[in-house]
C-alpha cells in the first residue's frame, strides 16, 4: 500500500506515475516502475540576499575558446565546427552502428595534440588495441582506462588533466553507494550528471557514449539530454554501409546537422560529396522515382524518392515507408486520393528514400508525392528535374525555406529543372536552371512530364 506522497518512477525512462501498474504507461516496458520516496525539500538558508550575483549582458566577459578539431571533417561538422573546451555531448545509437569506432579513431587522430583520454568501459584494452590497429591509431599517445567506476573516472579526470575525454559507455559506469544496476536511471542520472558538473567545471570537453534501442531514442541516456550540451545520433538504415551523424540538439552549433560516412575495413571514412553518393544508383528514368533537395543543417542533399503503387491483394492494403515520416506519407495518399483524383485506396503503396539516409523535412513532401503517382500511373517523369515543396491538406504547394542553396546543389550534380512552389521568391540569377512553379499537386502532376 502506497503512503502518501510515494511516486513510482520507470526505470527505463524515467515517467513518474502516483499509482503503481506491471507496465509502464509511456515506453511499455514490464515491471519497470520502482517506488520512489519524494526527498524532503529542505529550504535553503544558507545565502545571504546581498550575496546573490547578477549583472548586465554588457559586463559578461566572454573569451572566444577556439574549437579542437577532430581530425575528421564531417565529425566537426555536426559538432558545429569541432569540440569546443567544456561542452558535453552525448554520442547515441544502436549497438554495432560505429559509436566505438568514430571516437576511437578521432581520439587517436587527436591524441598527437591534445591530452585525451579514453574511458573503455565496455571493452577490454587488447580489444580496444586491436581496434586501434585496424583503424591506424595504434601508436598513439592516446591515455585508456577500463574503470568502469565513477570515482576511479573521476580520479583519472584529475590526474590526466585531458583536454578531451570518453566514456564509452556510460551506461557501464557506477557509482559505489547507489544499490542500482549500471545502466538504470539511477546510475545514469548521479554518474552522468557528476561527470558532466566535472567536465564544465575543468574546461574539458566530454563525450558520453550511450546506446539506444529500436525504437531510436536513447533509452536510458534520454534523461542526460537536457544536462549536456549537443546530442548526436549516429544512424544507419539496415546497416548498410552508409552511416549518418546527426545532431539532434547543438547549443553551440546548428541542430539537424548531418555528417555521412561509410564504414570500410579501416574505419568509418567521410562520404565528402553526399548527394553524389546518395544518387549514384539511380536509374534516371524509371517509374515510382523523383528527387529532391533538401536542407539538413548547414548544407543542401539531394536524395532519390521511391515509390512502388501496386493494386493490394485483400484485405488492408500494405503501407511501407523507410527514410521518411510514416504519417507524413499517409497524409500525401490521403491529398493525392482527394485532390488529385488518384485511386490509391486499395493499393499497396511502399516508399524508401534511396541510399538509407532518412528526410524528416516537409520539403520532401511534393517529390514524396511525385514519387508515388509516377509509381501508380506506372510512368517515369522529366528525370532531370528536382521537386521542392511542402504539400499542404488542401492540395497546394507551399513554400520552404533556403531554397537558392537547394538550387545551387541540383545545379552542381547536374539537373537542369527545378520544381518549386509558385509563391517563393528567390535570387537565381546565376543559375542556369528552368524553373516550374506549381501552385498545386494537380498542376505539378501535369507539369512533371517525361513520356
Ligand atoms: P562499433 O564501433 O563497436 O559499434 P558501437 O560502439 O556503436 O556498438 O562497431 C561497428 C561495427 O563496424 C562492428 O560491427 C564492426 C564494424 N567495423 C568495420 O566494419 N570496420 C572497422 O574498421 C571497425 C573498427 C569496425
Ligand atoms: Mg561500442
Known sequence: MATKGTDYECSECGRRTPQWSGRCPDCGEWNSLEEVVPEEDEPRTTREPDDVEACT?????????????????????????????????????????????????????????????????????????????????????????????????????????????????????????????????????????????????????????????????????????HLVDAVLYFESENFQALRVLRAVKNRFGPANEVGVFEMASGGLEEVLNPSEFFLSEREAASAGSAVTSTVEGSRALLLETQALVVPGAYGTPERRVTGADRRRVSMLLAVLQRRAGLDLLDCDVFVNVAGGVSVQEPGADLALALAIASGFQDRPFAPEMVAVGEVGLGGEVRGVGRMEERMKEAQRLGFERVMMPAGVRVDGDDMDLDLTRVKTLDQALAAAGGS
Open 57 to 225: 549582458l554588457q559586463q559578461v566577459s566572454w573569451d572566444r575558446r577556439p574549437r579542437m578539431s577532430t581530425g575528421t571533417g564531417e565529425f566537426d561538422r555536426v559538432l558545429g565546427g569541432g569540440l569546443l573546451r567544456g561542452s558535453t555531448i552525448l554520442l547515441g545509437g544502436e549497438p554495432g552502428v560505429g559509436k566505438s569506432t568514430i571516437v576511437l579513431q578521432s581520439l587517436g587522430q587527436m591524441a598527437g595534440e591534445r591530452k585525451c583520454l579514453y574511458m573503455a568501459c565496455e571493452e577490454s584494452l587488447p580489444q580496444v588495441k586491436l581496434r586501434a590497429r585496424r583503424l591506424d591509431v595504434e601508436d598513439s599517445s592516446l591515455v585508456v582506462s577500463g574503470e568502469t567506476d565513477l570515482e576511479a573516472i573521476c580520479h583519472l579526470l584529475e590526474r590526466e588533466d585531458p583536454d578531451v575525454v570518453v566514456v564509452d559507455s556510460v551506461q557501464m559506469v557506477s557509482a559505489e553507494g547507489i544499490d542500482s544496476l549500471p545502466g538504470s536511471l539511477k546510475q545514469l542520472r548521479t554518474c552522468g550528471g557528476e561527470l558532466i558538473r566535472r567536465a564544465k567545471k575543468r574546461g574539458t570537453a566530454l563525450i558520453l557514449v550511450g546506446h539506444a534501442t529500436k525504437q531510436g531514442a536513447i533509452a536510458g541516456p534520454r534523461a542526460l539530454e
